[in-house]
């Protein structure tokens, strides 16, 4: 994660808009997403060859592996309009997911959101972060980190390792792990997310100010 001179964490590492191509690899990248989206409405992903995906959008098995690398990489290009738009909510969006709550209210609007936003596409998630021996870590993840990392830095100055505790927050988030709480342990987004306000509340000292304004630490806040 990039650091500024004073220790605290540098710029975020933005999903931005994909670079210019070409209209034929523009034409192919689209093809090859309609036809993963086809064929994982009949399968899981993780069932699915690169080389079925290529014939299904009528191109070379070398032009997949050329933009997309792996299943995990297929995943993430799937997941993008979802991550930029929880993007545009933590950056830009109203308090307290955006800017303009204390920090611990926006670590814990950010959890809940991405929470959300994992029990939606679970699956796909599932893929994205399992297909690829770094597949968790890859992605958005460092954005998130960052994100974290810059209000833990705010909530906690006295020198506690950011990075780690954000690293930490997002831990519980590991789609396997929340595959196994919700599927297997019949938990439900209400639960995890009160054990994520839970966490939020440690890091304030035992204090609810890791809870949106109204609301006890846990508590699910309305939805960005």
Not at 107 to 115: G, Q, T
Request: proline letters at 9%; one cysteine or more; charged letters at 25%.
């Amino acid at each position: 994660m990039p650091r500024t001179r004073r220790g605290r964490p540098g710029p975020l590492p933005l999903l931005d808009a994909e670079p210019a191509e070409r209209a034929d690899a523009a034409r192919n990248r689209r093809k090859i997403l309609a036809a993963t989206r086809g064929l994982i409405a009949r399968r899981p992903l993780e069932r699915i060859s690169l080389d079925e995906v290529a014939e299904a959008a009528g191109v070379g098995v070398g032009t997949v592996y050329r933009r997309f690398g792996d299943r995990s990489g297929l995943a993430y290009a799937l997941l993008d309009e979802s991550e930029r738009a929880l993007q545009e909510s933590f950056l830009r969006g109203g308090p307290p997911l955006g800017p303009g709550a204390p920090p611990a209210e926006r670590i814990l609007a950010f959890l809940h959101a991405y929470l959300h936003r994992l029990l939606g596409e679970l699956d796909l998630m599932l893929a994205a972060e399992t297909a690829a021996p770094n597949g968790r870590h890859t992605g958005a993840y460092s954005t998130h980190r960052a994100h974290l990392a810059t209000l833990l830095a705010e909530l906690r100055p006295e020198g506690d390792d950011p990075g780690w505790l954000a690293d930490a927050l997002l831990a519980p988030l590991a789609a396997p792990l929340v595959r196994h709480q919700t599927r297997e342990l019949g938990m439900t987004e209400a639960q995890i997310g009160a054990g994520l306000g839970l966490l939020v509340q440690a890091l304030t000292a035992g204090s609810c100010a890791g809870a949106p304004r109204g609301q006890a630490a846990g508590d699910m806040p309305p939805e960005p």
